[in-house]
């Protein structure tokens, strides 16, 4: 299949279209930064004073087909960096190939916006979110920079706790959340219990977020995808960095050679010493650690081929004894490996080929009175992809692809030392897409898409079509409207407490995929140049949910199907994003309005009911102020509904029960019946660069998290007196301000 659908692209390439193609000329390249070589993923590249223009893909490649001979102005642009132009003269049937270097510099933060029928287009998609890694480091942070916290800022993103770094977005759990790290799947993407991400943020070039209605290229979840890029390295010079923090360091090292470049970047917990300076003391671990470790090489092979070699690989480690008699050792972790061939067969037709390789494990084993308990949980992903882009002329552009692999599930669980439930799955897996976006005139975009999906556990097929419409009646106003059907095979077992202790669970005989459509409609706004307004809202469905029956007595001997209750849900809201790129003062205001519900037989009488982490608010009010002098202001406000929880509504006392000669007391409830209290925090934090010793450059952070000490509830729990009476006590998160500091060192 995948080589007849290279081979009808080839010929489309080779044909080329009418004759007129032929006196027509073209402008393609690579857009880098110019201190690094780093590739610039989206920067926008237009001729001006025309309407042509195009943004770089993932490769960061870009090219403007079907040109009118003649001279031009063509100008780069990226924020952050400063404006490159050039003037060309296209000669009839010319192909030119430029490769831009940009140059970083705060002083284009100023200048003004160059115009074009597509500048921003890839960039204020509808449903795209994109957050720099700049930003995530000097946010006010936990112990610990980290890309999920920052992208839970944004709406539509929601926490589920302050001890929680999953994404929960636009009504979906963390496992309806695609996550790519070059290209490759990642499982479960936390340490320190789901405290913050595995992503360390010295080691990435990119953070884009498709929040809904994403496009045909994609697939595997119902809600949303999350496509996160390494380093490539820098192939102009030798650089690293080392930054000390109170729970890790970090430490990144890059650099050319003859034919490329290369990364590697370490981050490792460093809460051991305070650890042993406590031990003996209630609620202290016996031993804790985590690592991270990404790596890069990059190789040119000419100016049409690169390929690389990505790797990532951590482990989190925890021995804790959390009250007498009972322990728990747990360890799990990630590791992934992707290779890739990046290819121009012309300067119309570029390609993408990608071999990955993904593993997550988990082995708690827990220790009750005597008692053990233990889990053990594999996932393997073993897989190939393909894309390609086709572009013959300035109103069209063709994608396809592929991908294809080999998907491995094991799940062993033992109860004093018998064994309960065991199930292993592994299955072949395919998707093939076609894609096609179409420009009638310089006020509409229509990109249409159909994509097919095949599990053979169970001998699922689905096809999935997407489509969006854009209308641009001025340069400043986008009107968006798109629609998607999505399927996920795969689905997440979790407490929404600790995520070290989830499971991943897949579809299979009799046990169908889980499905949904999505609604999404967008107005984006320029109010003034570097100052933007996006509005969108969404409706979506959630259709043949699928999760382990929690009221299964015993799970032994059972068939897989029969181990699942199956339902549905939907969620629908607003989100309202005022974002400032430009200038001293920077940041964002975002504000969410979203409702979602859940619907199973066997819970609250097959009613609809809140999940918890339905909130009806969220506001997030996000600073950056440049104070001069080194110094710079940061601060974040977040605040939200309370979330669901169960309250008892009544009590009764079990006295036969047939299991057991003592007495039980039972609470009787709805479930998710309640609310917390709303949830309010502040952060802030001042940092300071200046020169160190002539060898690099330093920076200091200071920051206090809960500024005012909100006590936010994390939980309730209840429990019975001896006067007949239930008690309700509260656990808090974060209870009061914590601080932070944090040294960096860049030679």
Known sequence: MKYRLLGWMLLLAALGGPARA????????????????????????????????????????YTLPNLPPGAYTLVARYIGYRDFRAAISLAPGEHLR???????????????????????????AIGVAQISTETVKRLPTVLEPDVFRSLQLLPGVKAASDFSSGLYIRGGGPDQTLILLDRTAVYNPSHFFGFFSTFNPDAIKDVRLYKGGYPAEYGGRLGSVLDIYNKDGN????????????????????????????????????????????????????????????GKVNFDASDDDRLSLAFY??????????????????????????????????QRLFSNFTFTGSRYFSRPDFLFGGTSFSRRNN??????????????NERHSLSAGFWTGNFTMRLRDTFDDQEGLRERIQTVYAAVYLQETYRPSSLWMLRAGLRGSYYEEGNHLRLEPRLSVEYQPTADVRLQLGYGRYYQFLTLITSELFSAFDIWLTTGENVPPAYGDQYVAGLKTTLAPGLNLDVEGYYRTMRDLFEL?????????????????????????????????????????????????????????????????????????????DLGRGWRFSGVFQYGTGQA????????????????????????????????????????????????????EYEVQLQAINVYGRRNVWFYFFEFNDDGTVSRNEVPQIPFPLPNVSLTLRF
């Open 22 to 61: 032929q006196e027509r000329a073209s402008v393609s390249g690579f857009v880098r930064d110019a201190t690094s070589g780093e590739t610039l993923l989206l920067a926008n590249v237009v001729l001006e004073g025309t309407t042509l223009g195009t943004a770089t893909n993932n490769a960061g490649y």
């Open 98 to 124: 430029l490769d831009i270097d940009l140059v970083p510099d705060d002083v284009a933060l100023d200048e003004v916006v160059v115009e074009a029928e597509r500048d921003e287009a890839e960039t204020r």
């Open 235 to 294: 192939r102009r010079a030798y650089e690293g960095s080392l930054s000390l923090g109170l729970l890790a360091s970090r430490a990144l090292v890059e650099g050319p050679y003859a034919k490329g470049s290369w990364m590697l970047a370490v981050r490792r917990s460093t809460l051991e010493p305070l650890l042993a300076a406590l031990e003996g003391q209630d609620g202290i671990p016996d031993g804790f650690y985590f690592y991270d470790v990404n």
């Open 313 to 346: 690989a951590g482990t989190d480690d925890l021995d804790f004894p959390f009250i007498d008699e009972a322990s728990f050792d747990l360890r799990y972790g990630n590791q992934t490996v992707s290779a890739n061939w990046t290819h121009l067969f012309s």
């Open 379 to 392: 996932v393997y992903d073993v897989s190939a992809k393909g894309d390609f882009e086709f572009i013959p």
């Open 549 to 625: 029956d929690p009221f299964l007595p015993d799970a032994a001997g059972l068939d897989y199907g029969d181990l699942f209750h199956y339902g549905d849900g939907y969620a629908f809201g607003t989100e309202v994003l005022l974002q400032r790129t430009r200038g001293r003062i920077s940041g964002f205001l975002g504000y969410t309005f979203g409702v979602t519900a859940r619907r199973f037989p066997n819970l609250n009488e097959g009613e609809y009911y809140a999940p918890k982490y339905d909130r009806t608010h969220d506001l997030s009010a996000v600073a950056n102020v």
């Open 645 to 696: 929880y169960t309250e008892p509504q009544g009590r009764w006392k079990l006295v036969n029960d047939p299991f057991t000669s003592v007495a039980t007391n039972v609470l009787v409830t709805t479930f998710n019946n309640r609310r917390l209290p709303a949830y309010h925090r502040l952060d802030a934090g001042f940092s300071r660069t200046g020169p160190f010793f002539k060898l690099g």
